[in-house]
């Protein structure tokens, strides 16, 4: 089944065209891949798609539903969630905080009088969303960092710590924007099988920027290639390893297959 359906998708700022007339469908329960050099137009997608931007034309339907130019949040109620290329968290506060907050979105069950009265019923309420916060955490593993500050863990870690965030929003489409990037190649393929548990736990479907191959080749069912905003090529990671087309504007010619 067809879950997310890019259709006739362009969006311009000014002269520069970031997506041009891209059209692919995601189907449910697969990782899919979105790979292309820089500037080709990748994040510009996942941004219309979680409703940073809205489309200069073209459609964006989610399980039926046209989504392009929503807001942001009305978005993320229909079950897209989304990591970013540069990580995004509240550097200041913990890391069970950041993950609190997230819930907080989706579990508030208390009025804003009660919550500043602080009942017990408030108080009840707090205690349920730090386990729920704690249990994130430990999906990716830092349970046992949850009272460090955010910006005190590693980069990798930060970009574990925002995957436990966007997991929290209890989504059913994920957006990874280059979640292994400044990773070395064990740690990104440690990630990859962190990325495949989730998938599987959550019965997620998940859309993938990467650049480094290995994590894309072992992860994605299938593959879409954007260069210059437009989709180059589409095909499984055998297909697309085997294309001509993308080796001499990706991967390199001298690319070999995983
Ligand atoms: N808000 C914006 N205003 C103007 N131009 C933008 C904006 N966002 C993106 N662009 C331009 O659109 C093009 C596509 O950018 P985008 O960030 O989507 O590429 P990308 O494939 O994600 O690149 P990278 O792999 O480097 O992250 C680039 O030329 C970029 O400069």
Known sequence: MTVLEIRNLTKRFGGIVACSDLSFQVVQGEIMGVIGP???????????????????????????????????????????????????????????????????????EYSLPRALLRTPAVSRSEEKLRKLALDYLGIVGLEDKAYQRADSLPYGLQRKLEISRALALEPTLLLLDEPAAGMNPEESLELAGLIREIKNRFSLTILLIEHHMDVVMELCNRIVVMNFGEKLAEGTPEEIQENPLVLKAYLGEGYKRA
């Open 38 to 108: 820089n500037g080709a137009g990748k994040t510009t997608v996942f941004n219309l798609i979680t409703g940073v931007y809205g489309p200069t034309s073209g459609q964006i339907i989610f399980r039926g539903q046209e989504i392009g130019g929503k807001r942001p949040d009305t978005i993320v109620e229909t079950g897209i969630a989304r990591t970013f290329q540069n990580i995004r968290l509240f550097k200041n506060l913990s890391v069970l905080e950041n993950v609190i907050i997230a819930l907080d979105q989706k579990h508030v």
